[in-house]
């Protein structure tokens, strides 16, 4: 006999940390009365914008066959604009299957669930999404044109950002293995994953990275041919959600890399079918439905794509995940030499060896991209390829802002960081960088540099610019163009994020000296 068990869960994580706001709340049990085929949507269910996600748990007994491998979904329609969401089961062992739901909008969804067994197909009910309380909360991160934006405060904001992921195998990953990390190693340890986000964001970052690779099948596993199974593992995707949850609730997020390299056997292609075949499939599916309702991770392919896989299978994967997920998702592949990002991608990415003129190589790349954002992800680790000392990531960073907002990978990558002794990042030249973007970054600053002589300018329009400039002692600004006055301030990027306040200025060509010679940004508007 198969039996039928529905409880609707509202989970929030408790997190320690430093350095950081967010919130925190404990988890709370909503339990719902099961509605039955045929019979109206029971008791209401309320919930808030982007988190915590809701969830619900379903029991089926004896079944046969493997149970990753049933599909069934639930449809989520929002009763105002007849919006959709569709979300998937995943099998969370035992007898029981889950389901998960994220508001997108606040009002009234009705959802039911569909399946070709009985016990999963039919069951309706109701949720009430409401706008969330914390003014600091944040939804999906998405493209818009060729900006990364996210979801946020209410329910049809959007705000600008540049994704910089943080890496440190020093603290956390085995060099001795090119810095894989492992699952109980990091990220099913609570404290340690608060460090790592605490170490990103002390060095100026919103981000971490992870390498999954075949711990998505066995956890600590990362090669194909060690693996000693093809289904999910549970404890593998418990300790990612967790992860991905302190993430979000810091306002951050977490990039991960669902493969790695052929090398070292970091790839589907030992799988049953290999590449986008049966095993992968699978596992693209679970974490479409477990981890697609939750906001605070993107997901790029994998590293050195030229050597096992090609532009037609990422594709694939891109178009599979995107219509598994159901919620926005970042998803990318890096082209390098006879690899090419694929046009699907939601972000573009390049293995760019960049190593001087970041800004105008950073405009080719926005050119190539074709209205999509560009996310460096050669990973720019403390002196690799020679280059990345403190002076070049700060005005690398700076660069990648100026010419419209490109992402990048940074941190403590073996073998050049420990080759190069410990390294010495200034966090607070870092900090200064995050702390002025997250105050003057907007949607809509374009570059625009015939404003200036030896200025880099970011423009909105006539109202908002940002004018950047190295080893400045003079910088000329040329606002002809505004009507009335508008505030100006100016920061020494190499310094802690404290403004000098230039006072108002009013339509025609402006010569500032600074007060020493240094890298200086300034900010004129509102």
Known sequence: MELFRITALLFSVAVATTGCEYTTGEPSIFVGQPVLPGEEPGNLIQGVLWEPYLEWSLTLDNYEGNPFDLPA????????????????????GGDIWKFRFTGTKIGLWTFESFSEVDSLNGYKGSVIIESNPDMKSRGFSMANGNKFVRQGPAQDDFEPFIPNAWLNYREWGNQSRDGWTSISQTFADSSMVGAFLDDAYAHGMNGIQAIIANQWFTKDVATWNDIDNENPDPETFYALEKAILQAHRRGMFIHIWAWGDEQRQ??????????????????????????????????????????????????DWVDYMQEKAGWPRLLGARGERNFTTPSNATYYS?????????????????????????????????????????????????????????????????????????????????????????????LDLEPDNDLSEGALVLRRQMSHFIFYQEDAGNI???????????????????????????????????????????DWVISIGY
């Open 73 to 92: 979904r639930t449809v989520f329609t929002h009763s105002e604009t007849g919006e959709q969401i569709t979300t998937w089961m995943f099998y969370d």
């Open 350 to 442: 390049h293995d760019q060896r960049l190593t001087d003129n970041f800004y105008q190589g950073s405009l080719k790349l926005l050119n190539d991209a074709e209205n999509r954002p560009v996310w460096l992800t050669r990973r720019f680790g403390w002196m690799r390829d020679n280059v990345w000392d403190m002076t070049t990531s700060r005005r690398a960073l700076w660069q990648f802002a100026m010419a419209g907002g490109i992402g990048a990978i940074w941190g403590h990558y073996p073998p050049a960081s420990s080759a190069s002794g410990e390294g010495n990042y200034q966090k607070e030249q870092l900090s200064t960088y995050r702390d002025f973007w997250k105050d003057h970054l907007l």
């Open 266 to 315: 970091w790839t589907p292609t030992g799988l049953t079918g290999g590449i986008n075949g049966e095993a992968d499939r699978r596992i693209q599916r679970y974490i479409a439905a477990r981890l697609g309702p939750l906001p605070g991770w993107s997901m790029g392919f994998g590293f050195d794509l030229n050597e096992w896989t090609n532009t037609d299978e990422v594709t």
């Open 476 to 518: 000329h600004m040329d606002l002809s163009a505004i009507e009335g006055s508008f505030p100006a301030v100016a920061v020494d990027t190499k310094g802690s994020n404290k403004e000098i306040d230039l006072g108002n200025l009013t339509p025609g060509v402006h010569n500032w000296n600074p007060p020493y010679q240094s």
